[in-house]
């Protein structure tokens, strides 16, 4: 039961951070994303919703750094590469 609440807790998140960004709030969405982040920082989801944001801030430089980020945490974590899903939004926003 306690796994069900947090996974709708973080589509709930992830939604609102969503939708600030949706709004022009990327500031509030960055944040929401930091704070799902916080909690579960392997999850990938909030990494690339991370990235988009940087990204409509126009902030290149945080974009890689959240990429880095996302890479290291699933190397060291769980011996793992970054979905190709991750890869291609990385290389879409960055290149």
Do not use: W
């Amino acid at each position: 039961e306690r796994e069900r609440i947090k996974q709708s807790y973080t589509q709930a998140a992830l939604t609102v951070a969503r939708l600030f960004l949706e709004d022009n709030q990327a500031q509030q969405a960055l944040a929401v994303c930091r704070r799902i982040l916080a909690e579960q920082p392997d999850l990938e989801a909030a990494h690339r919703l991370a990235m988009r944001v940087h990204s409509a801030m126009g902030n290149r430089g945080a974009i890689a750094r959240q990429f880095e980020q996302c890479a290291q945490i699933l190397r060291d974590e769980f011996g793992l590469t970054p979905s190709p899903q991750t890869v291609s939004l990385y290389q879409s926003l960055v290149f």
